[in-house]
């Protein structure tokens, strides 16, 4: 099999894009034709950005993992579809290949079924990385019924709020999860959820760490058990359910600046045919390697290039449990020797984390095998592109800086490996389907190069957001309603002399710490929730490691708390209680007041020169009410 859209040269990037935007409906046409469809689309693209109202290959039918799975089997059928590995490396690797994979995922489908599950309705998942993850989300996919993956670093109180959003009256969750030295009581969070979910009617059980865990009668199964039933009763096959191109195929639960997270919904023929396109193109991915990306299947990376992108393909996933520093910083290039790895995907929070260990964890390690590398979910910084593309691709790999989002589905816009050109910390060149803008503040587009402003798209790709679950109008205001017309990314770029652009950033009041989004808000009614704070206000600040770390600045009833450092104990307890370990800030600082205009509003402007050490560039502090406040918390830095 070779993909006969898989762009070769830099002239058939320019004609391609330059066909996307001229004949959108004629270019994703002759994509999608080679996907496998039980009914053809009747038409190709229907959309406004006003209300917003987007639909790709209307009336069309097809189950994505008839194109994941089934139309591989027969070319295909013995070769590895997933490889995984697990996090303690003296624990032996498992290999599915497509007919294994095939099988197993008919086989949960069958227990889904079994249990009740119908299409539309929605499951979450809540497991580790091992292959039961993958065989969940595509069992769930051939059902027809909409998962919803929660990233294990999730608390109770997370779960149970998106539980309660999807109202999801199933959950296929694990005893518990080993990531590094740490096992995740998985069953024992989800029981902790379950207290606020009273719907939820069945919670199936996989076993991993054999930790001690409460099953309930009536609700909590195991999946070994259910298998064993579909084995007894001789279930093999499983008719995938058909699904209109614009069913709903996941919710992905993500942070925006305001208010708790929210579901974007993806659907299933745009989402399918956009991952696919994006990861053949973007990696150059060629029958028979191995894909390694290190993501979780738990965020929006993981769904589309551990899952859907690599398998629609009929590549080879590789998917890892542990973390790369644990045994120790060598893990990554052992799995890349042991595996004969060639695609390596992965974040930049990884990295730096890696060069903090130096080179020695890389010699004598045989990296021969990779041939391209790649990075995702947050700004590269130029030094750990160099330690990357040096030390790692020995300067002959070609790096992709993906930029994307978990509303975008796949990658907009990103370098093709080997054949448009890179240039270290730039995403570079959009891909086909993807028109960026750079607009200012007043919403006029910036035109030339050289300019800077805030990242907006102004026609739809096959796998843009279709809505956020249950509340179609939070989709309209987040990101359709900042600008006319135009879809608002909430980051801000640059775009250089050729053309090619540097994401910058988040320009709203998100923040992305090791490549995990999180919203300030979010975070601030979580520390607000403790019992000694009156009001907070938290901001990102500039983290060697993490890309961005957090920095919470807590007024305390009384003024400040009798034992700082039990209260900030205390108040990193409740923040990990609320939403979970990975929004823990780095820094509290107490202080009397905060700095707000007369009218009330925090001035997160100054805040964020505070944290970032910026005290004399903190400007204009005449039309706050206390200016005064300003010196106290400069002061008080920590
Ligand atoms: C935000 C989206 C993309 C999937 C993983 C994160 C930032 C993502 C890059 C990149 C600079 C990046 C943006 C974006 N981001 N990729 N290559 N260069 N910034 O998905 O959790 O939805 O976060 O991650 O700020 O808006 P996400």
């Given at each position: 099999m070779s993909y006969p859209y898989q762009i070769k040269s830099f002239e058939e990037y320019q004609s391609a894009y330059a066909k996307s935007l001229a004949q959108p409906t004629e270019f994703w046409g002759e994509i999608a034709s080679y996907f496998t469809w039980r009914k053809h689309w009747e038409m190709t693209l229907d959309w406004n950005f006003v209300e917003p109202h987007v639909r790709w290959f209307m009336g069309g039918k097809l189950n994505i993992t008839e194109n994941c799975i089934d139309r591989h089997l027969k070319d295909r059928g013995n070769q590895p579809a997933l490889i995984w590995e697990p996090n303690d490396p003296d624990e032996a690797h498992r290999v599915l290949t497509y007919k294994q994979l095939y099988d197993k995922v008919c086989q949960f489908a069958h227990v889904l079924r079994n249990n009740g599950v119908k299409k539309g309705d929605r499951i979450c998942i809540y497991m580790g990385m091992t292959p039961e993850l993958a065989i969940a989300v595509l069992a769930c996919a051939r059902i027809g019924a909409i998962h919803s993956v929660i990233f294990g670093g999730f608390s109770a109180q997370s779960i149970a709020d998106r539980l309660q959003d999807a109202h999801a009256e199933f959950i296929i969750t694990s005893d518990g999860a080993y990531r590094g030295g740490k096992?995740?009581?998985?069953?024992?969070?989800i029981?902790?959820?379950?207290?606020?979910?009273?719907?939820?009617?069945?919670?199936?059980?996989?076993?991993?760490?054999?930790?001690?865990?409460?099953?309930?009668?009536?609700?909590?199964?195991?999946?070994?058990?259910?298998?064993?039933?579909?084995?007894?009763?001789?279930?093999?096959?499983?008719?995938?359910?058909?699904?209109?191109s614009e069913d709903p195929l996941f919710i992905l639960y993500t942070s925006g600046s305001t208010g708790k997270p929210k579901g974007v919904v993806h659907a299933c023929a745009g989402y399918m045919i956009y991952t696919n396109y994006t990861f053949i193109n973007v990696f150059q991915y060629q029958p028979g390697e191995i894909h390694f990306c290190t993501a979780d299947i738990?965020?929006?990376?993981?769904?589309?290039?551990?899952?859907?992108?690599?398998?629609?393909?009929?590549?080879?996933?590789?998917?890892?449990?542990?973390?790369?520093?644990?045994?120790?910083?060598?893990?990554?290039?052992?799995?890349?020797?042991?595996?004969?790895?060639?695609?390596?995907?992965?974040?930049?929070?990884?990295?730096?984390?890696?060069m903090s260990f130096g080179t020695a964890p890389l010699e004598g390690k045989n990296l021969d095998s990779l041939r391209v590398l790649g990075t995702v979910g947050e700004p590269i910084n130029e030094e750990a592109w160099h330690w990357y593309n040096t030390n790692v691709g020995k300067g002959k790999c070609p790096i992709v800086d993906t930029w994307w989002q978990t509303e975008t589905g796949g990658t907009l816009i990103s370098n093709l490996a080997g054949i448009t050109p890179a240039k270290a910390s730039y995403a570079t060149l959009p891909m086909p389907g993807v028109e960026p803008v750079l607009v200012d503040e007043k919403g006029e587009i910036i035109t030339g190069n050289n300019v800077s402003g805030n990242l907006c798209l102004r026609s739809p790709w096959p796998s843009i957001i279709r809505t956020t679950y249950?509340?179609?109008?939070?989709?309209?205001?987040?990101?359709?309603?900042?600008?006319?017309?135009?879809?608002f990314t909430g980051d801000g770029a640059y775009r250089d002399e050729n053309g090619f652009y540097r994401i910058t950033g988040r320009v709203d009041d998100v923040l992305n710490v090791s490549g995990h989004r999180i919203g300030t808000a979010e975070v601030e009614n979580a520390i607000n929730m403790h019992a000694g704070v009156i009001e907070s206000a938290v901001v990102g600040f500039p983290h060697d490691v993490k890309g961005q770390g957090i920095y919470a600045f807590v007024v305390y009833s009384g003024d400040t708390p009798a034992d700082a450092h039990l209260s900030r104990q205390d108040i990193l307890q409740t923040v990990t209680r609320v939403i979970g370990a990975i929004a823990k800030p780095d820094k509290i600082q107490f202080v009397s007041g905060l700095p707000k205009t007369r009218s009330g509003k925090i001035m997160r402007r100054i805040l964020r020169k505070i944290a970032e050490g910026e005290l004399e560039q903190i400007g204009d502090t005449t039309t706050l009410l206390d200016p005064g406040v300003v010196e106290e918390i400069k002061a008080g830095r920590v």
């Open positions: 096992d995740i009581p998985l069953k024992s969070i029981d902790d959820a379950l207290i606020a979910c009273p719907f939820v009617k069945r919670v199936i059980v996989s076993t991993r760490t054999r930790t001690p865990i409460s099953m309930i009668k009536g609700r909590d199964v195991w999946w070994e058990d259910e298998i064993k039933k579909i084995e007894t009763l001789g279930l093999h096959d499983f008719e995938p359910e058909i699904m209109d738990g965020w929006i990376t993981g769904h589309s290039y551990i899952v859907y992108g690599p398998l629609s393909a009929g590549g080879t996933s590789l998917m890892f449990e542990g973390i790369p520093t644990w045994p120790d910083a060598s893990r990554f290039w052992d799995i890349v020797e042991k595996h004969k790895v060639n695609i390596l995907y992965t974040a930049p929070t990884a990295i730096r984390s890696l249950g509340d179609h109008e939070r989709c309209r205001t987040n990101y359709f309603a900042t600008y006319h017309n135009m879809y």
